[in-house]
């Protein structure tokens, strides 16, 4: 047994170690996902029209992890009502607040998800999204994703089908270069913050959510084009009716 001084090691970049060694290796990595990043196609902007006005402490008490997938659609209304209440820049006076906190301010946690969108706007194809809280804009990243490559991202295949499937992705640039190794500890507790305000957001607005440790980084972050040590996926979660 070593010692805690025997612990400590002297190097710096250790969370890079760490992170490489503490990932669900791919199980068929060898298999190259043919994957497609779109390029010009144009934001979809969110409109914030109401605030969640459900109390905690009963938005609290019902919260629980339910794994029922509804492969319902979704239409952009409440689609816009889950991601701008629980994430987004809420005051800009002084500096932009947002709805998590973020260690130094440095936010390091990006936000993508999958989704079937109701055909209430044509446009709004099956696909990847990023969210962006600075514009409350979602734009399609990649196309919708095969059963192959959810496959090989996740262990409990069903979650494949769910209404809304959410990667948290780091990117451990800056919260490293401010604080070295700890700044890595930080970036994943902001990924707990955020996704914590997704699982309250989800429970208030009478849809449910259930948090994602068991997928392959190595395959999600080859899905969403990240290298994988400075910017990887660090958490999954999946939201339905
Ligand atoms: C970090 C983390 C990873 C999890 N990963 C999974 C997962 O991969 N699959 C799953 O079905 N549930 C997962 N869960 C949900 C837990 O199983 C669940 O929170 C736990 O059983 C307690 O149940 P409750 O959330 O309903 O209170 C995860 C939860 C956390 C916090």
């Avoid at 497609?36 to 992890?65: A, C, Q, W, Y």
């Avoid at 794994?67 to 009502?81: F, G």
């Avoid at 392959?216 to 990240?226: G, K, Y």
């Amino acid at each position: 047994m070593l010692t805690w001084e025997q612990l400590l090691l002297d190097k710096d970049d250790l969370w890079k170690t760490f992170h490489l060694n503490s990932r669900i290796p791919s199980w068929c990595s060898e298999k190259k996902i043919n994957k497609e990043i779109l390029i010009n196609i144009p934001p979809i902007h969110l409109s914030f029209e109401e605030k969640i006005d459900t109390p905690l402490g009963e938005v609290l008490m019902k919260r629980e992890s339910s794994r029922k997938i509804s492969k319902a659609s979704i239409n952009l209304k409440l689609l816009s009502r889950l991601l701008i209440n629980s994430y987004c820049i809420r005051d800009n006076k002084e500096h932009p607040v947002r709805t998590a906190p973020s260690a130094g301010a440095l936010f390091p946690i990006e936000i993508y998800f999958h989704c079937n969108l109701t055909k209430e706007y044509p446009e709004f194809l099956p696909g990847i999204y990023y969210y962006c809280p600075d514009s409350l804009t979602i734009t399609r990243y990649t196309n919708n994703m095969s059963q192959p490559i959810m496959d090989r991202i996740l262990l409990q295949k069903e979650l494949a089908n769910s209404t809304l499937l959410f990667f948290l992705v780091a990117n451990f640039s800056k919260p490293t270069a401010k604080y070295g190794e700890r700044g890595y500890r930080f970036t994943l507790l902001e990924a707990g913050h955020i996704a914590q305000n997704f699982n309250l957001v989800a429970t208030a607005l009478g849809m449910s959510c259930v948090n994602i440790g068991g997928y392959s980084e190595e395959d999600a972050n080859h899905l969403l084009n990240i290298d994988g040590l400075i910017s990887s996926v660090v958490y999954m979660f999946s939201i339905n009716f």
